[in-house]
């Protein structure tokens, strides 16, 4: 992704084939007092992006891209703070400053669940096999979740100053 005078140029680039680089999409009106935070799937089938109160998830295999609204009202407070796409490429997790976990279906943009902190969302992790879903939040917690459910399996609580980041190894 190249971003650069409010115009983002999104192209593929083959290290082993340049003849196979090409040019995705390009799009104008990018509002920089947000930003935007890009986010590649594993097998690199999906690019996310967000910014403000949209999400837009690019199948660059398909070269077809969707956008979701992923809250109707906008404002710093409900702006995503991170993305992560599970191992198998079967949902993304999004995390918002409004202190929700939207989970994602990136074929078909359906929001499959929404989990919730009581603060911002700092940080997402998915086990290497799919069936849990890792959440930081500054309300100085460590959450659990069932990937295919959203069920809470565990909280890990009173962290002093929030948690910042989390990953899971297996």
Known sequence: ????????D?????TNDTDKNRFVKCQFGLDHSFGSMFYLSPS???LAIAEQTRLEIMDLEKDSSKEIQILDTGGFENKPNIA???PSESQI???MQSNVIKIINPESGKIL???THDSHIN????SPDDTVLVSASNDATVKFWNAKTGKLLVSLNDFQNG???VHYFD
């Open 163 to 165: 948690t910042g980041m």
């Open 93 to 95: 997790a999004l995390g």
């Open 1 to 8: 992704v190249i971003e650069n005078d409010y115009k983002r």
């Open 123 to 126: 940080d997402l992790s998915y």
């Open 113 to 115: 669940f929404t989990l």
């Open 10 to 14: 999104i192209w593929q680039y083959d």
């Open 44 to 46: 690199s089938k999906y």
């Open 84 to 86: 992560v796409f599970n």
